[in-house]
């Protein structure tokens, strides 16, 4: 007997290829939010609707509605952008949002406090500075997420390349967005299709990420699609295919959990697109499209089987995969400070704290990337850990830059403590509707007590990947940090301890449901023992294993790891 579809479904086979009654809901002046229907189908425009949890209670004494407002993110494969785009951006978010850019961990921005009225006029501003926010977020392919410096050698610049047509060719083609946003021309009586997607789309969101060894810096095992770009003597060879990895978990429900990509072969780069393709589309027809919970890529593998899903894949392709290639990761995280490219050419890395570009107090980022922009003949990067590579810069121009960064307090990055150099943090609270406890805003109260434990031990150059969240969901990637805080409620969090340094090997918890001093009182001693006991070069969650402090967390799939 087939289990009925989930609502969600119903409402995506009823919305005309992603229209819904949006147009009517956007010209409603009586409210500040669109029906709960439509603000499904938003999700794949790029935008969620949220509320301002800090005046809830208060709009609430006044019997106001809550403070709505949106958020939009843009869709920027391997995040690339240029200068023009980026004065555009940095425009929009002071004249349409709340004055802020953030970077998010898929390489893109996001803009918050969008209010309705302003929503249209947004995501037009956005098509003019030539981007989209179409398939940023919803149940399709989003951000196709790339190594973040592709310019370092010319397999660099082919890889990104690959994450580019990737982006494109999975993209949604409904004409609902031009429709809606841009005055597009309604279809009338021709028949419309998405030949990858169909009326339903995927059963959840998809992420495909393409990582460059040594450097593991966008977490390729957490994706979807992990793509491990294979290299040798400069030459782009194709690259090792993972599947499955998925952060997203719920509290209390053993169904859910994080997994880990499986390493299942290798493909040439004439065989991507196709591959590629095959994976998404498998999913789509297996994909549980009853209980959304277990509708990711990780679950549908571990419910009909890894070897199942290969074999439906290249029973589709007409091909098998080549056996996995050697690779292997030894780092994590961004590297800070001025690099050179085979090209000559310098790519600055500049920190951004949990990937927030504002102006508050001494703290001028906003206005310094704007400066930088304005004089900047390279483009920009975003990274998966919410920082900016300022790019391809001449070496007559590295002074002027070096100037700007300094002027603006952006040049902290390479003298930070070990761990506030690899810290992450999703946005929470006041606008996540999912958000159980503070993590953004948490951040700079925490980083100074664990820089202080660990100074205390010798450790303050140490370096730690640190994930905090305010919830399960796993935006920031919580369970591939070796700490990590997942939010449980305010003030109250999971300690999970133990994830490598290189991204193949999740956490596990050490301490439930905890307030800051639990937290820190545990994490002492751990780090004492650290500083006396560990192996030369060992990191911090390779010791907590090898020490016996913890047991490596039960995976429904620890990656295949291929070395030399």
Not at 28 to 38: F, K, L, M, Q, R
Not at 253 to 263: A, E, I, K
Not at 313 to 337: K, M, S, V
Request: glycine letters at 10%.
């Amino acid at each position: 007997m087939t289990a009925p579809l989930s609502d969600f479904e119903r409402i995506k086979a009823a919305s005309r290829y992603l229209r819904g009654t949006l147009e009517q809901g956007l010209a409603d002046p009586v409210t500040g939010a669109i029906s709960e229907d439509d603000n499904k189908l938003l999700k794949f425009h790029g935008s969620y609707q949220q509320d301002d949890r800090d005046l809830r209670e208060e709009r609430r004494k006044q019997k106001l509605e809550p403070a709505f407002s949106f958020m939009l993110r843009a869709r920027l494969p391997g995040g690339v952008v240029t200068p023009a785009q980026w004065l555009a951006f940095d425009r929009i978010a002071r004249e349409y949002a709340n004055g802020s850019l953030r970077i998010t961990t898929r390489q893109t921005f996001q803009w918050h406090g969008v209010i309705k009225r302003r929503l249209k006029p947004t995501i037009a501003a956005i098509h003019h500075a030539l981007a989209t926010t179409i398939g940023a977020c919803g149940d399709v392919v989003r951000t196709v997420v790339s190594t973040p410096n592709p310019v370092e050698s010319a397999a660099h610049a082919h890889a990104y390349a690959w994450a580019a047509r990737l982006s494109e060719h999975l993209a949604p083609r409904t004409r609902a967005y031009h429709e809606i946003w841009l005055d597009g021309e309604k279809l009338a009586g021709e028949a419309e299709e998405e030949p990858l997607y169909g009326a339903t789309y995927l059963p959840r969101k998809f992420k495909i990420g393409l990582a460059i060894p040594p450097l593991n810096d966008i977490d390729v095992f957490a994706q979807d699609l992990g793509l491990i770009a294979v290299i040798e003597q400069g030459e782009l060879l194709g690259f090792n295919v993972a599947i499955g990895g998925g952060m997203g978990a719920a509290h209390g429900d053993p169904t859910t959990y994080p997994r880990l990509g499986s390493v299942i072969g290798f493909a040439t780069p004439d065989q991507l697109i196709a591959v590629a393709e095959g994976v998404v589309a498998v999913q789509r027809d297996w994909g549980n499209r009853s209980e959304r919970k277990h509708a990711r890529l990780k679950y549908t593998l571990d419910h009909r089987g890894l070897d199942a899903f290969k074999a439906e894949l290249e029973a589709r392709l007409g091909f098998a995969l080549e056996p996995a290639r050697a690779f292997r990761f030894d780092h994590n995280g961004d590297r800070y400070g001025w690099t050179q490219g085979q090209d000559g050419r310098w790519h600055l890395t500049l920190h951004i704290e949990a990937g927030r570009l504002a102006d508050v107090g001494a703290r001028r980022w906003l206005t310094g990337l704007r400066e930088l922009a304005q004089v900047h003949r390279g483009d920009f990067r975003l990274t998966c850990n919410q920082n900016v590579i300022v790019a391809n810069v001449a070496e007559p121009d590295r002074a002027g830059i070096d100037a700007l960064v300094r002027e603006h307090g952006l040049d902290g990055g390479e003298r930070y403590s070990g761990i506030r150099r690899h810290a992450v943090a999703c946005v929470a609270l006041p606008t996540c509707g999912l958000a159980m406890a503070e993590s953004e805003r948490y951040l700079p109260a925490l980083l100074p007590r664990l820089e202080a434990a660990l100074a205390r031990h010798g450790l303050r150059e140490a370096p730690i990947l640190l994930r905090l969240s305010g919830c399960p969901n796993g935006c920031s990637r919580p369970y591939l940090g070796e700490i990590a805080l997942v939010g449980r409620g305010p003030g109250r969090y999971d300690l999970r301890l133990g994830a490598d340094f290189t991204g193949q090997r999740l956490n596990r918890v050490y301490r439930e449901n905890v307030d800051e001093d639990a937290i820190l009182a545990a994490l002492e001693p751990l780090f004492a023992r650290y500083a006396v006991e560990r192996d030369e070069e060992e990191r911090f969650g390779d010791f907590l294993l090898r020490a016996g402090v913890l047991e490596p967390a039960p995976s429904r799939a620890i990656p295949l790891e291929v070395t030399p």
